[in-house]
């Protein structure tokens, strides 16, 4: 069968190109496949490599035409798109003295850096490639015309079925129903519609409006009460004033999570219900930003220098997915910036309390509070990587190896604090508490001696920060690792595999997959406290010194580390020899079974991870009293 190329050339039955990406028709992928008998097929990420697998298409996978300076290219060009595509138009672009487009940037980065090396990928395959004809199933069927016309070869484009998003797009909500486990997503403009009208009647219903003549009141912003109970029994117990702001999760999404909210005595801050006196406002604010959208977007010029590959643009290609990114991101936030602002001149907020800084709202919330004086708390979440391969991202990580939004951090321990001053942070600025969260951790009766027979293995997946830790290649190596350790530990009598997927949607998604793949009787779990599944394990496996090894340290249980980064070694973590590193999948099966029955190098091991934590994590169980009495003084203080 002869097809007809867009420059109306008949295309002969010679060697073609396909060019996949996630979201592509593969019914109308393999019909066209069909017609040619000779033809190379590339994937360009990880989920079209699977998919094309499954369907047993013969294919090669694009990343691996790429080198280490072209990866160090795409993190520049990444970093480099976020910070300055719309600063020349910062004027305009800015609502309330804030400027809207560095709300975003942690999403925007994560959206660029996977534009770039698709665009990049796309580049060195038609440059490699003597081919005739490109066939792409992509989002950028114009960057691919290009370059076609360029080569003088025939294009066809199939755009996507399903389009490309931001992280925070969907929204993952998992509880149980009695004993049964329920996972979802929704979209964020779906979760939204639904959170407003359940939070409204929970409130009522509860009494949980807070009361805006309660003074000097702390703003705890996004804090899950499930993992932050102990904290809030002790803001309780020193009578501080503290009112809960959750605007991507409910606060209450349980039984559990309602009781902890009732016996804190917390306050839940309804955010839409200020809308009624500044709607106005947010409308006139609005209509003016669309328009300035409209301006911006009609302006090409400087996005299609930013937005290109070796003087190759595929601005025109992601234009408009890109304008409707913006365009609602913008919008959202010009809304809760005059929320925001209603919400500081009605209560007598003294500090804002974010567990992490470089989200949408966590910003919006923290500089809007800047114009009422209000300072701003950050508390330590996780692990940091120490790896110096992370610095030119922390900006968009709240890395301490960049300035920080928030006036202080609230840390684990001294290791962290060592790393902060090493990077020049103020020590005043950098106080010691502790981690509130872990509080139930150690706390926990370890039930280390308890021969259970369960291998705890906690998945992550790629990073998705360097062009390098999103690739296929990347999470394949996870892929691998995972089937490793399967077949290792279904080799040994009386032992059963548990894996605890990371909470990621992405990530999950990934790991559900997987299991199907391999063997779908594997126990998943999802829901269950994770103190209580660790301290269950006779030992726990992980990726990459992920912060689960610090929790099952704090209940003494031996950790296993699958290093499939070769950063993951440089951490403080693995230099400490604080967990069993992996660097080799043919080592797994001798270290795993080493930690499982050499008994003396189980305690050598467990010593080395109990003098490593001692010094990462202070006021080991009592981390919730101790950040309390530092907001206490906050609070005498002024």
């Known amino acids: 069968m002869i097809m007809i190329g867009k420059n109306g050339k008949k295309i002969k039955n010679e060697r073609v190109i396909f060019l996949v990406q996630n979201g592509t028709d593969f019914s109308k992928l393999e019909n066209t496949i069909k017609k040619f008998s000779v033809y190379t097929v590339y994937s360009l990420d990880y989920e079209s490599h699977k998919l094309l697998e499954r369907k047993k298409i013969t294919h090669k996978i694009g990343e691996d035409v790429l080198t280490p300076t072209d990866f160090d290219a795409i993190d520049l060009s990444s970093i480099n798109c976020t910070k300055n595509c719309f600063k020349s138009y910062k004027e305009i672009l800015t609502v309330e003295n804030i400027f ?31 081919t005739e004809t490109v066939i792409d199933f992509t989002n950028v069927g114009n960057f691919v015309e290009k370059l076609a016309k360029f080569k003088k070869i025939n294009h066809i484009h199939f755009g996507l079925i399903k389009p490309l998003s931001l992280y925070h797009d969907n929204v993952r909500i998992n509880f149980n129903l009695s004993k049964i486990p329920m996972n979802f997503e929704l979209s964020r403009k779906t979760f939204s519609r639904i959170k407003k009208p359940i939070q409204r009647l929970t409130n009522e219903i509860y009494d949980l409006e807070p009361n805006s003549q309660s003074k000097k009141n702390v703003l705890l912003v996004n804090f899950d009460p499930l993992q932050y109970e102990e904290l809030l029994m002790e803001f309780k117990k020193e009578n501080i004033n503290f009112l809960l702001l959750n605007l991507r999760k409910p606060a209450i999404t349980n039984k559990k999570s309602l009781d902890i909210i009732k016996n804190s005595k917390s306050k839940i801050v309804d955010l839409n219900k200020f809308s009624k006196f500044v709607k106005p406002d947010i ?44 365009t ?60 110096k391969k992370w610095d030119k991202f922390a900006s968009f990580l709240a890395y301490f190896s960049s300035s920080l939004l928030t006036d202080k951090q609230i840390i684990w321990g001294e290791i962290t604090k060592q790393y902060a001053l090493s990077h020049n942070h103020s020590p005043n600025n950098v106080l010691i508490g502790g981690s509130p969260r872990h509080d139930k951790f150690f706390n926990l009766s370890s039930r280390k001696n308890k021969k259970t027979g369960k291998i705890l293995l906690a998945t992550t997946g790629t990073m998705y ?76 496996i992980t990726f990459n010194n992920s912060t689960t090894a610090l929790e099952a340290i704090s209940l003494k249980k031996p950790v296993v580390s699958l290093q499939t980064e070769s950063w993951a070694n440089e951490d403080d973590i693995a230099q400490a020899s604080a967990v069993v590193s992996i660097s080799n999948i043919k080592d797994c099966e001798k270290e795993i079974k080493k930690i499982l029955f050499d008994t003396p190098f189980r305690k050598q091991q467990t010593d080395k991870a109990s003098n490593f934590l001692r010094k990462y994590m202070s006021n080991p169980g009592n981390a919730s009293k101790s950040v309390a009495e530092i907001f206490k003084n906050f609070l005498k203080s002024k």
């Open 283 to 326: 409308f006139s604010a609005q209509k003016n930003l669309q328009n300035i959208i409209e301006k911006i977007f009609n302006d090409d010029s400087s996005f299609e220098k930013l937005f290109s590959v070796d003087k190759f643009s595929f601005w025109s290609s992601i234009k408009d997915q890109f304008r409707d990114i913006c």
């Open 465 to 540: 920060i360097s062009a390098d830790s999103c690739t296929t290649g990347s999470q394949t190596k996870y892929d691998e690792y995972f089937k490793e350790v399967y077949r290792i530990v279904k080799s040994l009598p009386g032992k059963k595999l548990v894996v605890k997927p990371h909470p990621g949607p992405l990530l999950t998604k990934y790991v559900e997959n997987l299991v199907n793949e391999i063997d779908p009787s594997i126990t998943i779990i999802r829901n269950q406290d994770l103190h209580e599944l660790i301290n269950d394990c006779e030992v726990l």
């Open 328 to 387: 609602s991101r913008f919008q959202e936030s010009t809304e809760r910036l005059f929320l925001f602002k209603e919400l500081f001149s009605t209560f007598d907020i003294d500090t804002i309390f974010v567990w992490v800084e470089v989200g949408q709202e966590e910003k919006e919330c923290i500089l809007m509070g800047k114009f009422f004086s209000i300072k701003s708390v950050m508390l330590q979440h996780g692990r940091y990587q120490t790896s």
């Open 100 to 130: 809207l487009a560095e709300l975003f940037e942690h999403e925007l980065f994560f959206y660029l850096i996977r534009q770039f090396l698709n665009a990049h990928v796309i580049l060195k395959i038609l440059e490699k490639e003597h």
